[in-house]
Nanobody, 124 residues
Framework: DVQLVESGGGSVQAGGSLTLSCVAS????????MGWVRQIAGEGREGIAT????????WYHGSVKGRFTISQDSAKTTLFLEMNSLKPDDTAMYYCATGVYCANVLSPSEYDTWGQGTQVTVSS
């Protein structure tokens, strides 16, 4: 089994920055990808960034491309999401997730293990 624990959320003004972290434990080497998914209150989950553990390729949702950067440490046990130029529309609960196959890039349905989430609030 794999366990994921996020941290780093908080409140920030528009234009500010935050970096989220996600520590993974367990059989993480069996996973093909890790990613960040967010959920705005009252809406469904939206995949915003994915990184593939094998080659390190990354994918971004258009709404965050150029502002957010997904990365992981060399041991692939900690996942990061650097968020810059934050907007009020980025306000959401952010989840770290991992999947085995990850064929459908950015799709939340590809993930089978989730963290508990960390709240990000951006004020105007």
């Amino acid at each position: 089994d794999v366990q994921l624990v996020e941290s780093g959320g908080g409140s920030v003004q528009a234009g500010g920055s935050l970096t989220l972290s996600c520590v993974a434990s367990g059989y993480i080497d069996k996973r093909n990808c890790m990613g960040w998914v967010r959920q705005i209150a009252g809406e469904g989950r939206e995949g915003i960034a994915t990184i593939y553990n094998g080659g390190g390729s990354t994918w971004y949702h258009g709404s965050v491309k150029g502002r957010f950067t997904i990365s992981q440490d060399s041991a692939k046990t900690t996942l990061f999401l650097e968020m810059n130029s934050l907007k009020p529309d980025d306000t959401a609960m952010y989840y770290c997730a991992t999947g085995v196959y990850c064929a459908n890039v950015l799709s939340p349905s590809e993930y089978d293990t989730w963290g508990q989430g960390t709240q990000v609030t951006v004020s105007s």
